[in-house]
């Protein structure tokens, strides 16, 4: 058969990577897709810079839509990230009736949707494996492996800036801002690291997985996230001595009432396997009702690893060429015309433990102030700590695990607590999974 041709938008890491991954490997990839996959054409901005990886023999451009717009390639690769302008290429390449490979969670989380249905429409695919958790083929685990599952829930790192951040806190006792400037001067965080740092990247990663794992809609706006900015060094060596240790997760909960969307920091117990999931490393647990949990675990990004997994799709895609377009396995795992209108839960009516940490003035009686506001509200204590004051000032921290409540009893106690004029300041809150 003759050469499946590919064209490449974008060749900065993911890009370079995946050229060197398809040129290295060619005669391998041949033979498990069928046929001779091939890069005759590449875009980048700047065509004189110094690359990763070795273009003889590509065709380049710094036009996109030459690529496109090209009756000869058969598949594109959108490996340039962001959502304005992409998303048009993406639209048009699918319109002229190439499919379309891209590693871009944002796209996809905002826009997937729509992509989709103009991708069904046209008969083409759109894989998007790369997308999350770099080459963890968690998509392919969720959406193949696990489909005689009902999915009960998923936990995961899903991004490694965060994770390295979280991991330096704990075994070196830094701060928080310590670390992040270490983490620029790295790489592993941007300039502006909000996406990072304030959980929106995970975010997008979790809408993705979680429209696969319960075949709803993807829904990035009803995702609830909160970053790991607040998380102090002593909250992470009172987590280590209450036997817990703090990770930013993105999880998705499928309850009686609704699925729960949330990214926030989280105590897991430290004898959890993904709780020693360390750096930047990633890794998603996921329960599914027949198999129990499992844990997929590697590279959350880098050039190779995230090229294993457009190089996956690639391959996938090759693979179905020759088929029914009806019979393919469909975008979100679920036939796009069975997708459940499952409502997504406010922040409001999640159910969790948590961890509270707050300082109070050393006095009889304060103890007996706070947990008397919690009983109000129905919460439980599942353990406390109280240590010796910190400072002269006489401010002594307050520990305290609680048994599972519901969110707005929680933020309504919280606001009780601070209002009483022996605490100091904000009560500092992590919510608590035991992800058993």
């Known amino acids: ?69 090209d009756p000869e390639i058969d598949i594109v690769l959108e490996l340039i990230g962001g959502c304005g302008p992409v998303k048009e290429m993406v639209l048009t390449a699918i319109a002229n009736g190439k499919h379309v490979v891209t590693a871009n969670k944002a796209l996809i989380a905002l826009h997937g949707n729509e992509i989709f249905a103009r991708a069904s429409e046209k008969g083409v695919m759109v894989a998007f494996e790369a997308a999350v958790a770099g080459g963890i083929p968690i998509i392919k685990a969720i959406r193949e492996g696990l489909s005689g599952n009902q999915i009960q829930w998923l936990a995961g790192i899903i991004n490694g800036t965060g994770n390295f951040i979280l991991t330096e806190m704990r075994d070196k006792g830094r701060d928080f801002s310590d670390v992040l400037a270490e983490a620029q001067a ?191 509200h129905q919460i439980s204590i599942e353990a406390i700590i109280q240590k010796e004051a910190l400072d002269d000032k006489g401010f002594m921290p307050i520990i305290m695990l609680t048994q599972i409540t519901l969110e707005k009893e929680m933020n309504a106690a919280i606001a009780e607590i601070e209002a009483l004029p022996m605490v100091n300041g904000k009560v500092n809150r992590i919510r608590l999974e035991t992800l058993g």
């Not at 490997?25 to 980048?44: L, P």
């Not at 809408?207 to 996230?225: E, H, N, R, W």
């Not at 897991?268 to 198999?291: E, F, Q, T, W």
């Open 186 to 376: 790295l790489g592993y965080a941007e300039a502006d690291p909000t996406f990072d740092v304030e959980g929106i990247d995970a975010g997008h990663k979790l809408t993705i997985l979680a429209s696969i794992a319960f075949g709803i809609p993807l829904q990035f706006d009803k995702v609830f996230t909160e970053g790991i900015t607040k998380i102090t060094r002593e909250d992470v060596e009172y987590a280590e001595a209450l036997g817990y240790r703090i990770k930013h997760l993105g999880i998705a909960r499928k309850t009686p009432e609704g699925i729960e969307l949330r990214v926030h920091p989280t105590l897991i117990p430290a004898r959890r396997l993904i709780a020693n999931v360390d750096g930047v490393m990633n890794a998603v647990l996921v329960k599914g009702d027949a198999v129990g949990p499992t844990l997929y675990y590697g590279a959350g990004a880098g050039a190779e690893p995230t090229a294993s997994a457009v190089v996956a799709d690639v391959v996938d895609v090759v693979r179905a060429l020759t088929g029914d377009p009806e019979n393919r396995v469909p975008h979100l795992a679920f036939q796009a015309d069975s997708l459940a209108d499952i409502p997504v839960l406010p922040s409001e009516e999640f159910k969790t433990a948590y961890y509270l940490c707050l300082h109070a003035e050393d006095k009889p009686g304060v103890l007996a102030d706070v947990t008397r506001i919690l009983a109000n």
């Open 1 to 69: 058969m003759k050469p499946v041709k590919v064209g490449v938008l974008g060749l900065g890491t993911v890009g370079g990577g995946t050229v060197n991954v398809l040129k290295r490997n060619a005669a391998e990839i041949a033979r498990r897709a069928g046929r001779e996959i091939v890069i005759t054409r590449a875009s980048a901005r700047d065509l004189n810079r110094e690359r990763i990886c070795d273009t003889q023999g590509i065709v380049l451009t710094t036009d996109p839509y030459e690529i496109i717009n």
